[in-house]
């Protein structure tokens, strides 16, 4: 446990000071959430059952202008959990993170320096491995290949510690809105709480389900593409499932 609040610690801290991570309020504020509900409660702590909690997204590889998400005819991510509200995952070529390589040659590359105390390594920086979370419209350094493409996304929380939103058993529906067109989805399926439901155009489930974890290093929502069920597709659209792993989702007091 002291392990993981160590890491959302340092988190938060990359997160509201360094340029890798200067996103918006409304941004931090969701990935903010979704570390602390993933936490394991302290005595200061009030616990959830997760099964009040609805985690759903959409993630794409092509930019969705919005969408909007029903659940038994109610739409539900507004207001400060608004689905408009964007973000995307690139390659950033302004990330390097730090590798020690054997030295192979005499010749010490320019993003290398002579390990100290082992003369035949080298300690160099190198491109990330991982995509970078940014706000809609933040494509500066994006470097975009067939191995790294970018990934439009939104997400949010559904249910909580109100009642104020069923979460047991909602029927799922959606109006999506691309290059000015509008897309009706009535998708008949049945979702319920402590599950993780993203939502990806079919044309790109190929490259979703080839990671085996998740393309981005932080937040819960997009972990284990590899893992999900595929629940139906609907008007161009699947419909994914992931149980949530924790039992309870647990908040500060």
């Known amino acids: ?29 969701s990935f903010a959430l979704q570390m602390i509900a993933c936490a394991y409660g302290t005595e200061d702590d009030v616990c959830y059952d997760s099964k009040r909690f609805l985690d759903i997204g959409m993630i794409s590889m092509s930019k969705i202008d919005s969408a909007q998400l029903f659940l038994n005819g109610r739409r539900v991510c507004v207001g400060e959990t608004n689905s408009d509200q964007g973000i ?5 070529s302004s990330v390097r993170n730090p590798v020690s390589r054997l030295a192979i040659s005499g010749e010490i590359p320019d993003n290398c320096t002579p390990q100290k105390g082992a003369e035949d390594h080298w300690d160099c920086l190198e491109p ?39 979460v ?26 402590a ?5 990806v155009p079919e044309s790109d489930t190929t490259k979703w389900f080839s990671y085996s974890d998740s393309p981005v290093p932080v937040g819960d929502m997009y ?4 893992s999900s069920s595929r629940l139906g597709c609907f008007e161009g659209y699947c ?13 500060v007091k």
């Open 1 to 29: 446990m002291r392990n993981l609040f160590r890491k959302i610690f340092l988190w938060l801290g990359a997160l509201f000071w360094s340029k890798r991570f200067r996103i918006t309020s409304v941004i931090a504020s």
């Open 88 to 92: 995307i995952a690139c390659r950033d």
């Open 128 to 166: 990330s491995d991982y995509l970078e979370w940014k706000p809609y419209g933040d494509i500066e350094n994006c470097e975009v290949t067939e191995e790294y493409p970018m990934w439009f996304a939104m997400n949010c929380y559904v249910g909580g510690r109100s009642d104020s939103i069923d």
């Open 168 to 193: 047991s058993s909602s029927k799922l529906s959606m109006n999506v809105f691309v290059g000015g067109q509008e897309t009706k989805i009535e998708t008949g399926l049945t979702v319920s709480g």
């Open 195 to 199: 599950t993780h439901i993203t939502i």
């Open 223 to 226: 972990r284990f593409p590899a």
């Open 239 to 251: 419909v994914l499932s992931r149980e949530v792993l924790q039992k309870e989702y647990c908040f």
